[in-house]
């Protein structure tokens, strides 16, 4: 049985392996470096460690669990969030929020939940119609934007419908998605 703390974010909860006894880091490379002193501990996904505090204020719970992730893809990338800025939309319309260094990571855990076979989970995505919304900042402007990609070039209905919601019908290339599938629907 495995141990995370989870941590809630603006876009979604992730978790961190919780270690508490040396033991539970048997065949780790970090069991040369912790020692009993520094428990407990968070192992992050990089492999790096840091001192776990319950009084963390993004801290959320402990779970307990025999597989690998402990989160379901709507915890971990907020489905349909009100406060959608970056991520992904799937051609039915739906959001999943991530931030904008997360894409990659959340187009895996999509992926692993709706096409389990694949192994190139950002372009079987995007082949499979998905839109993926990134910071379009290039370093000089004054702020942050969302630029809207679709591999394919086409959208769907309630994919535009869901770009219209966003605010997002008057970004340049959105405006050239709709151009492009306005006889489809």
């Known amino acids: 049985m495995k141990k995370f703390a989870i941590y809630k974010g603006e876009t979604g909860f992730r978790y961190h392996r919780y270690i508490e006894r040396m033991d539970e880091l048997e065949g780790d490379r970090?069991?040369?470096?912790?020692?009993?002193?520094?428990?407990?501990?968070?192992?992050?996904?990089?492999?790096?460690?840091?001192?776990?505090?319950?009084?963390d204020?993004?801290?959320?719970?402990?779970?307990?669990?025999?597989?690998?992730?402990p989160l379901s893809l709507e915890k971990m990338y907020f489905r349909n969030d009100d406060k959608f800025k970056l991520g992904w939309i799937s051609p039915e319309g739906d959001t999943y929020s991530c931030d904008y260094t997360s894409h990659t990571k959340c187009a895996k855990v999509i992926a692993e939940k709706f096409f389990p076979e694949t192994s190139l989970p950002e372009r079987t995505l995007g082949k499979a119609g998905w839109l993926k919304v990134i910071d379009s900042w290039n370093g000089t402007q004054r702020e942050h934007g969302q630029f809207v990609y679709s591999l394919s070039g086409k959208i769907t209905k309630k994919q535009?419908?869901?770009?219209?919601?966003?605010?997002?019908?008057?970004?340049?290339?959105?405006?050239?998605?709709?151009?492009?599938?306005?006889?489809?629907?």
């Open 30 to 55: 970090l069991s040369e470096i912790i020692t009993e002193d520094k428990l407990p501990v968070v192992i992050d996904d990089r492999g790096g460690y840091f001192r776990f505090d319950r009084n």
């Open 57 to 69: 204020y993004n801290f959320s719970e402990i779970i307990e669990t025999d597989k690998d992730c």
């Open 160 to 185: 535009a419908d869901r770009l219209f919601d966003l605010g997002l019908y008057d970004n340049a290339e959105v405006r050239e998605l709709l151009k492009n599938c306005e006889n489809d629907w």
